[in-house]
């Protein structure tokens, strides 16, 4: 079995020295990676009314829609309307596959709610109007971010 101890000094301070060397080469190699972000400024369009907040989900590969949290939420004030639209900028998004929801939480309650069979609030997606009946899927509103972006949302009521 090996033992430092019988080593010579001279060969103990330099199997320190490598040690203490590899060990700092190896710090320098794992310092936080510089990836770059990008920002995505949303243009939401045909807001019909000033009452509550617009809810943003942002989803990934992940998180894939309409997963309950995604990866980021945005909540805005509608006071920061002009006309019938809204302008955000977000910030600081790494590059990815990702895509946008969002709510027109009419009421502030969190969630969307529902008449007999339709939603009695808003919603829209990511430079995708969805007109079908059937819930959307990640795939359709999904896009990559491989620079600033800029999204166009326009609300669908009913």
Same mark, same amino acid.
């Given at each position: 079995m090996f033992n430092p101890d019988k080593l010579p000094n001279t060969t103990r301070r330099l199997t320190a020295f490598l040690v203490i060397l590899a060990c700092g080469y190896g710090f320098a190699q794992t310092s936080p990676s510089t990836e770059p972000t990008y920002s995505v400024t949303i243009v939401v369009k045909k807001i019909r009314n000033r009452d509550g907040v617009i809810r943003f989900k942002f989803y990934d590969d992940a998180t894939r829609f309409p997963h309950d949290y995604g990866f980021l939420k945005v909540v805005v004030p509608k006071n920061e309307m002009t006309g019938d639209s809204l302008v955000?900028?977000?910030?600081?998004?790494?590059?990815? @596959? #990702? =895509?946008? =929801?969002?709510? *027109? *939480?009419?009421? /502030?309650?969190?969630?969307? *709610? %529902?008449?007999?069979?339709?939603?009695?609030?808003? !919603? &829209?997606?990511? *430079? !995708? !109007? @969805?007109? =079908?009946?059937?819930?959307? $899927?990640?795939? /359709? %509103? &999904? %896009?990559?971010?491989?620079?600033?972006?800029? $999204?166009? #949302?326009? #609300?669908?009521? !009913?």
């Amino acid at each position: 079995m090996f033992n430092p101890d019988k080593l010579p000094n001279t060969t103990r301070r330099l199997t320190a020295f490598l040690v203490i060397l590899a060990c700092g080469y190896g710090f320098a190699q794992t310092s936080p990676s510089t990836e770059p972000t990008y920002s995505v400024t949303i243009v939401v369009k045909k807001i019909r009314n000033r009452d509550g907040v617009i809810r943003f989900k942002f989803y990934d590969d992940a998180t894939r829609f309409p997963h309950d949290y995604g990866f980021l939420k945005v909540v805005v004030p509608k006071n920061e309307m002009t006309g019938d639209s809204l302008v955000i900028t977000v910030p600081g998004l790494k590059p990815q @596959h #990702m =895509a946008i =929801a969002l709510l *027109d *939480d009419e009421n /502030d309650n969190v969630k969307l *709610d %529902f008449g007999w069979f339709l939603p009695k609030e808003g !919603y &829209a997606f990511s *430079d !995708y !109007y @969805h007109s =079908a009946l059937r819930r959307p $899927v990640y795939e /359709d %509103f &999904a %896009f990559t971010l491989t620079g600033d972006k800029r $999204v166009e #949302m326009i #609300m669908r009521y !009913y």
